[in-house]
């Protein structure tokens, strides 16, 4: 008959095991905090630097959550001053995350108060709704794209810190440039992808952009009723005929919006591919950034082409 371990043997083995789980269990956690947060190794996205600036780079979600705010701007007509604005006030209110807590009732990404008449939680945690709120209370403000960035978002948010938006003016201003399609190609991502979530396909791509920038982005093409020109996993954006936004024929400017706006929400959309005016965005070369590519077509150099994941 074997001898039984003795009590202290038995209590050191507990924890032992004990302790290898914990030290487990820790590792999944930073992991998980590394991918969520933009950690070393994480996937993001970058905004290249400007005129002597630092290269500005943020998460996945804070570019799907910037792009849209952009969107909406650009399917109201408002200038890049009040996508700068309005990105400043997200980044500090909720750091880009549409977050579902905050100061008293607060929530989502400029963190606005159900209490206060801005919405039902349900509505404010809509990126799409939230940013239109806060531009429809900017667009109240006599010459906001004049006045300083602190005092334009304080009339909007009426914050118990002011001065706090002036901190996040630069990099804002930077992350306008890149989403407006002004610096065209400045932002980039590397490949993400949402742990079990379901592949995407170009009836979602569609939705979303129209949804975002408004139906005119995709017109209707020879009478058919289409939105665009795109089948299967394929979406093609006519960039000439985008809608109004386009200031003085520029058609160019618009193009990277949309390409840019694109690789902002390839995690989310499961993009595959975004090709425009001869450079090609892949998500198996991310990390490459936009590459020269020989365009098919000349038609194809003037159009939006994005390919999902099949």
């Excluded at 399917?75 to 995350?97: D, F, H, K, Y």
Aim: hydrophobic share 40%; net charge positive.
């Amino acid at each position: 008959m074997s001898a039984q371990p003795s009590a202290p043997v038995r209590r050191s083995r507990r924890w032992r095991i004990t302790a290898a789980v914990s030290v487990l269990i820790g590792l999944a956690v930073y992991l998980v905090v590394q991918y969520v947060t933009g950690g070393p190794g994480a996937p993001s996205c970058t905004v290249r630097a400007e005129g002597g600036a630092e290269a500005y780079e943020l998460s996945p979600e804070q570019a799907a959550n910037a792009a849209t705010i952009s969107a909406v701007a650009s399917s109201r007509g408002l200038p890049e001053r009040a996508v700068t604005i309005a990105l400043a006030t997200a980044m500090q209110e909720s750091g880009l995350r549409n977050i579902d807590f905050g100061d008293r009732d607060s929530v989502g990404l400029f963190q606005q108060r159900p209490s206060q008449d801005w919405g039902t939680v349900e509505k404010i945690m809509d990126p799409v709704y939230s940013a239109g709120e806060f531009y429809r209370h900017l667009a109240n403000v006599p010459g906001y794209s004049r006045l300083p960035l602190t005092v334009a978002a304080q009339k909007v948010q009426h914050s118990g810190y002011p001065q706090a938006y002036a901190k996040h003016e630069a990099n804002a201003a930077q992350l306008t440039g890149a989403l407006t399609g002004r610096d065209q190609g400045a932002m980039t991502c590397t490949e993400s992808r949402p742990v079990g979530s379901g592949g995407a396909d170009a009836a979602k791509v569609r939705e979303k952009l129209v949804r975002e920038f408004g139906p005119q982005v995709l017109p209707r093409a020879g009478g058919s009723g289409g939105r665009s020109a795109g089948d299967g996993r394929g979406v093609t954006i006519p960039v000439k005929a985008a809608g109004p936004v386009v200031a003085a024929g520029d058609a160019s400017r618009r193009g990277w919006e949309l390409a840019t706006w694109a690789v902002a929400h390839s995690a989310e959309l499961h993009i595959e591919q975004i090709s425009y005016a001869g450079r090609t965005w892949t998500a198996a070369d991310s990390g490459k950034g936009w590459q020269q590519k020989p365009a098919a077509s000349a038609a194809a150099g003037r159009d939006v082409r994005i390919i999902t994941e099949q």
